[in-house]
């Protein structure tokens, strides 16, 4: 099964830019979709197709992927957006074929 | 409004089964993609089935022949029949609607635009 490898931990202060990755071999040859759950709550998609952002999201919310690193920017940190972030992927190669997830990233607003 | 609702879950003793249910509203469960995910306790995502637009169930290698997915499209809902539980299913089990396509680069995709509230799932004696 493909393997998606996130740092477990982000700190930041407020206004400041979070930089989130997820690493996986050629991670750039697939698509790249980013979750955001915070304590007690449901996921909730942030990202979708390396870049894209659902309704609702503000643009302080952008990815990027390229090579071996997919990455999640978060511009001018607030307190809200300490939460656990989640990167996705659909490994096409397995039987059967299924998503799979990235350990997860606590983000941290100091 | 478009929402998915989980329930079934409870405390289970190892061995025994559960039905978790996804009552979906706003759209039709029928023709819809849609998985159950779950998460342990302190640790991460994790999917855990798939039903196809036509009906056929797809499982995670861990669960396979334990579990099995199926969709009541008269209550537009999600059955998940959970069996032969370990203390490794313990977990909240969210159900998700799946995006899936081809991308504008050629990439195809597949990931989950809604989810559940969760239903939580403990195994133990």
């Known amino acids: 099964s493909y393997l998606l490898t996130q740092s477990p931990s982000v700190s930041v202060a407020p206004g400041e830019t979070a930089t989130l990755t997820c690493g996986g071999i050629?991670?750039?040859?697939?698509?790249v979709h980013w979750y955001q759950q915070k304590p007690g709550q449901a996921p909730a998609l942030v990202i979708y197709?390396?870049?894209d952002r659902p309704s609702g999201i503000p643009e302080r919310f952008s990815g990027a992927n390229s090579g071996d690193t997919a990455t999640l920017t978060v511009s001018r940190v607030e307190a809200g957006d300490e939460a656990d972030y989640y990167c996705?992927?659909?490994?096409?190669?397995?039987?059967?074929?299924?998503?799979?997830f990235g350990g997860g990233t606590k983000l941290t607003v100091l | 409004e478009v929402q998915l609702v989980e329930t079934g879950g409870g405390l289970i003793q190892p061995g025994e089964s559960l039905r978790l249910s996804c009552a979906v509203s706003?759209?039709?469960?029928?023709?819809?993609?849609m998985s159950w995910v779950r998460q342990a306790p302190g640790k991460g995502l994790e999917w855990v089935s798939v039903?196809?637009?036509?009906?056929?169930?797809f499982y995670r290698d861990s669960v396979k022949g334990r579990f099995s997915l199926s969709r009541d499209t008269s209550k537009n809902s999600l059955d998940l029949q959970i069996s032969s539980l370990t203390s490794e299913d313990t977990a909240v089990y969210y159900c998700?609607?799946?995006?899936?396509?081809?991308?504008?680069?050629?990439?195809?995709?597949?990931?989950?635009?809604?989810w559940g509230r969760g239903t939580l799932v403990t195994v133990s004696s």
């Open positions: 998700a609607r799946d995006v899936r396509g081809l991308g504008r680069t050629g990439r195809g995709y597949w990931y989950f635009d809604l």
């Open positions: 706003g759209f039709n469960v029928r023709g819809t993609f």
């Open positions: 039903i196809y637009g036509d009906g056929r169930a």
């Open positions: 050629k991670i750039g040859d697939k698509s």
């Open positions: 197709y390396d870049s």
């Open positions: 996705q992927v659909w490994d096409s190669n397995s039987d059967p074929d299924h998503p799979v």
